[in-house]
């Protein structure tokens, strides 16, 4: 992938997709194309993506559902799970429906960016 990786991110908390945002706007492999809080504006919005970062609950839909939505329309778009919590049934859950990461809110965030730069990588390649 050439360029900034364009990315959505999706989560109910207004605290997150601002701390998250701001982590992704300060890192110039990024472009923030939208942070929203409903799967329906990710859908919507989907095409503006290189890659989409989501949390397990959206404010209308959970991400496993979402994700097999974005599959139906975008089936090379990756997407990442980005949530607070972690019990390995949700990142195999994750990964069944297509997830091509999963990080908690734990994990240090230089960590979190180079793995969203894999996953786009992963997908583009």
């Known amino acids: 992938m050439?360029?900034?990786?364009?990315?959505?991110?999706?989560?109910?908390?207004?605290?997150?997709?601002?701390?998250?945002?701001?982590?992704?706007?300060?890192?110039?492999?990024?472009?923030?194309v939208g942070d929203v809080a409903s799967g329906a504006e990710i859908i919507d919005r989907c095409d503006e993506a290189d890659l989409v970062v989501v949390d397990l609950m959206l404010n209308d839909i959970d991400a496993f559902s979402l994700i097999d939505q974005l599959r139906a329309r975008r089936a090379?778009?990756?997407?990442?799970?980005?949530?607070?919590?972690?019990?390995?049934y949700l990142r195999a859950e994750a990964a069944s429906r297509g997830a091509v990461g999963f990080f908690t809110h734990r994990t240090d965030p230089a960590d979190v960016l180079d793995g969203f730069v894999a996953a786009a990588n992963r997908v583009g390649s």
Do not use: H, K, M
């Open 2 to 32: 050439s360029g900034r990786i364009r990315v959505l991110l999706g989560d109910e908390s207004a605290a997150v997709r601002l701390l998250l945002g701001a982590l992704l706007r300060d890192d110039d492999r990024f472009a923030l």
């Open 76 to 88: 090379e778009l990756p997407v990442v799970l980005y949530a607070e919590v972690d019990p390995p």
